[in-house]
């Protein structure tokens, strides 16, 4: 499975049923630019993964590799040192495009399936490949656009890539299976243009529909109909390596260990069958390329991830050209910009808690002027400092909600710089966490003010670490 903090309590009792634990290193990291850098990681994190006794696979989250955005060598170096750490056998990454080579999108979106983004993409591959110092697979994606009369098929883009940067495959099956639902391509058609002899990992996951979309939303167990697909094609691929399944922590708290049960007792039939149906011969299995797309007027994958970029984040469809894809553009940003508030929470929480109390069915707009306002920043702590600048340079004259945000993102702060701190308060904090903490308004306090010092726990020292990418 997954690794998730939240799942800590029912694997570790179960810990000797799994055969892999896969780890998403960038959720655990802090980055002064989410682009540029510099990154660390938590490291004591990285050495509790490290001492559980099970196989472990790194599964990057932050570096796609499907646009013309480079990966970034410092990147690069923290997910190698994770890597070897760990003693993962290869890493993966997202055949996806995170925004362009200097904004991102909030969102991972699919890339361009031209001769011209298969390029693109293996470029990226190999010089991740070389940085990581070890076997490379790219996941397959998600798209709710549709496919356009110049781009190659799904499969067939998949194949061309991993074939030109000779690289593997983690061919997420609730993916394709999303494109299946949403009449994209379908899963048989998918699977019988790639490598099978690629294929090293699988990703499985639950979804759920929205406005008529089946979206990749990890929330609970698979479709029935999935599963039984999944078992015919894993029994196909004689190189499968490892089986993980996909849960949001959001989606944790509510599921009763029942369900989880069920998905471990799953997996542990589905892995059972790998390679069973497979011959020494299947990597070259017929595979019939369909003829070469329709070159005019397509764009260059720069072009297409600009458009993209800009019509996600600031939820216009018009910035993308292609009038087909109206709606999906709006779910893009739909689900860009819940992504953006959940990662806000993480950190504000008593802030914006206090900030939708204050302004009752005003909160959601505020949150909306921002989004548009403020292009995606992808880390947690960035996205609540660029809030806290936003709402202090469009005139926040509330100095209890000035404080609050304050003092949120000092908490976060002081996890990789263990000092004491001072947060001023307009008066007396301690009614005002009361009473959020009940979800109530808190009456603003009265003065005098107060500051409050911070102080780290005793001994605490920095969890967090750097690489130096040219050490």
Not at 123 to 147: D, H, L
């Amino acid at each position: 499975m997954i690794y998730t903090p939240a799942l800590r309590s029912f694997l570790q009792p179960r810990i000797d049923r799994l055969g892999v634990l896969e780890v998403e290193p960038q959720t655990m990291w802090l980055a002064e630019d989410a682009i540029d850098g510099p990154f660390r990681e938590n490291f004591d994190f990285i050495e509790a993964i490290a001492a559980l006794p099970v196989a472990k696979l790194v599964h990057s989250v932050g570096a796609p590799l499907g646009g013309t955005r480079r990966p970034n060598p410092d990147q690069i170096a923290l997910i190698r040192a994770t890597a070897d750490r760990l003693d993962s056998p290869w890493v993966s990454e997202h055949l996806s495009v995170a925004g362009t080579p200097h904004r991102s999108a909030g969102f991972l979106l699919p890339p361009l399936q031209t001769p011209e983004g298969v390029e693109t993409a293996a470029k990226n591959i190999r010089i991740f490949a070389e940085g990581i110092g070890r076997p490379v697979a790219i996941e397959t994606g998600v798209s709710y656009v549709g496919r356009k009369p110049f781009e190659m098929a799904d499969g067939e883009f998949v194949a061309a890539v991993a074939e030109t940067a000779d690289c593997g495959i983690l061919l997420d099956l609730h993916n394709v299976y999303c494109n299946e639902r949403n009449g994209r391509t379908t899963l048989d058609t998918y699977v019988e243009a790639l490598p099978l002899d690629r294929v090293w990992e699988i990703h499985l996951a639950g979804g759920n529909e929205a406005e008529g979309v089946w979206l990749d939303a990890h929330c609970g167990q698979m479709p029935p109909d999935l599963a039984v697909r999944a078992r015919d094609i894993i029994r196909a691929l004689p190189n499968l390596g490892a089986v993980n399944y996909e849960i949001y922590e959001t989606f944790l708290a509510d599921m009763p260990e029942s369900t989880l049960e069920a998905i471990l007792d799953e997996l542990e039939d589905l892995w059972g069958e790998a390679g069973r149906a497979s011959t020494a011969s299947s990597g070259e299995a017929e595979r019939r390329p369909s003829p070469p797309p329709d070159i005019a007027e397509r764009p260059s994958p720069s072009a297409w991830e600009e458009g993209m970029t800009q019509a996600v984040w600031q939820g216009t469809p018009d910035c993308h050209p292609f009038p087909d894809d109206t709606a999906a553009i709006r779910l893009y940003a739909r689900l860009a910009r819940s992504f953006r508030g959940s990662m806000m929470l993480r950190v504000l929480s008593r802030s914006l808690r206090y900030l939708i109390l204050r302004e009752a069915d005003r909160g959601d707009a505020i949150l909306e002027r921002y989004f548009k306002a403020v292009s995606p920043k992808l880390y947690a702590h960035l996205e609540a400092k660029a809030f806290r600048d936003w709402v202090t340079q469009a005139g926040e004259a509330d100095p209890l909600l000035e404080a609050l945000m304050d003092y949120d993102i000092v908490m976060v702060e002081m996890l990789a710089d263990p000092r004491p701190r001072e947060v001023r308060f307009p008066g007396d904090p301690r009614p005002v966490f009361e009473a959020l903490a009940a979800s109530q308004l808190p009456k603003f306090p009265e003065p005098p003010a107060w500051e409050i010092e911070i102080l780290p726990d005793q001994g605490q020292t920095s969890a967090f670490r750097g690489i130096d990418s040219g050490s």
